[in-house]
């Protein structure tokens, strides 16, 4: 029975095993019931799904790692650039905390 086991799953990683075994443990396997421990047909299939999953994700990840982000720079015209600094400039003048006089000087 277990070289049975052994044949099913040959070629899968261990990775990909261990993960299809977590989800019959688990119940997440919805074409098995649970009663029983999956048939080698069964856990063949689950095991090479994952693996399947596993490597789609890495290479998700490397096509995501290897695209270089490209944030294009703004551009504005010289009166655009003078309103948004006396904005700025307005801003920064209300929030500037006004003296307050001192006994002494009253």
Do not use: W
């Not at 693996?51 to 490397?62: G, P, S």
């Not at 290897?66 to 009166?79: A, D, H």
């Amino acid at each position: 029975m277990a070289k049975a086991y052994l044949i099913a799953i040959e070629g899968c990683s261990l990775d990909g095993l261990e993960l299809a075994v977590r989800r019959f443990i688990r119940g997440e396997v919805d074409e098995h019931n649970g009663k029983f421990a999956p048939t080698t047909a069964e856990l063949a299939r689950a095991a090479r799904y994952e693996d399947f999953r596993i490597t789609a994700e890495a290479q998700h990840a490397t096509r995501m790692l290897s695209k270089p982000i490209e944030e294009p720079e703004p551009e504005y015209t010289e009166e655009e650039m003078a309103k948004r600094k006396a904005f700025v400039d307005e801003l920064l003048g209300r929030n500037r905390i006004k003296k307050i006089p001192s006994r002494d000087a009253a």
